[in-house]
């Protein structure tokens, strides 16, 4: 099993440019999520999904969007990239049950300048 | 709001020390996870708790639900054991919102 694939790995965009995080598991996992990382701070989770067809904001959703058309892919949309969108990306699946821990991508290294 | 405390924030130890990292929270939680993330690398689960003690190898996790605070372990500790360890914690129902994390703790074994 691959787990959690992210593309790309980095990205560097131009201010006001658009682009789409990918995310892709293969686990059959419900419940996905797209973090943050800024340096010294905690991941802070932009949105998640607990199905197909499901999303919710988290608790730093402006300037993103998402979509959940298949249990598999979560991708996250940034439509008007601005300097403070410069981060660590990760995506995250969960299966749902307490007993198993979270899976995470790679992460994805964007600057906006 | 529920805090994730995670201390030190920075640790240097010599090849074979034993170490020790804290975290403590501030309401409720159904599990607590510890991750370890590499410099420039993803994030990989360690351990989830919800009670007592889990060993995987040279790593040991705790967990004091009474206290709040958990605490991360690890024996004849080696370079390569030099990551950001991270705290993370799922809250008491909560929803699917996923988990609140510590800013974590950067470790560094020296040969």
């Known amino acids: 099993n691959a787990g959690v694939t992210q593309t790309p790995k980095f990205r560097i965009l131009k201010i006001g440019q658009s682009m789409t995080l990918q995310c892709t598991q293969d686990?059959?996992?419900?419940?996905m999520y797209w973090y943050r990382q800024d340096p010294g701070m905690g991941l802070k989770l932009i949105y998640y999904?607990?199905?197909?067809?499901?999303?919710d904001k988290g608790e730093v959703p402006n300037g993103y969007n998402v979509s959940r058309s298949t249990t598999e892919d979560f991708p996250l949309r940034l439509e008007l990239a601005a300097p403070s969108q410069t981060s660590v990306y990760f995506c995250?699946?969960?299966?749902?049950?307490?007993?198993?821990?979270?899976?995470f991508g790679s992460g994805t290294r964007l600057t906006v300048v | 709001k529920n805090e994730v405390e995670q201390s030190p924030q920075n640790l240097t130890a010599q090849e074979g020390e034993f170490i020790t990292i804290n975290c403590s929270y501030s309401v409720g939680i159904s599990a607590l996870h510890w991750l370890q993330q590499h410099p420039g690398g993803g994030i990989v689960s360690l351990f989830m708790?919800?009670?007592g003690k889990k060993k995987h190898g040279r790593l040991i996790a705790t967990i004091n639900i009474q206290e709040k605070h958990s605490s991360l372990h690890i024996t004849a500790s080696h370079p390569r054991d030099s990551a950001v360890y991270i705290c993370a914690v799922k809250m008491s129902g909560g929803g699917a919102d996923g988990l609140t994390f510590g800013k974590g703790t950067h470790l560094i074994i020296q040969p």
């Open positions: 708790l919800s009670s």
């Open positions: 999904s607990v199905g197909a067809g499901i999303t």
């Open positions: 686990m059959n996992h419900n419940y």
């Open positions: 995250a699946s969960y299966p749902g049950r307490e007993v198993y821990g979270y899976t």
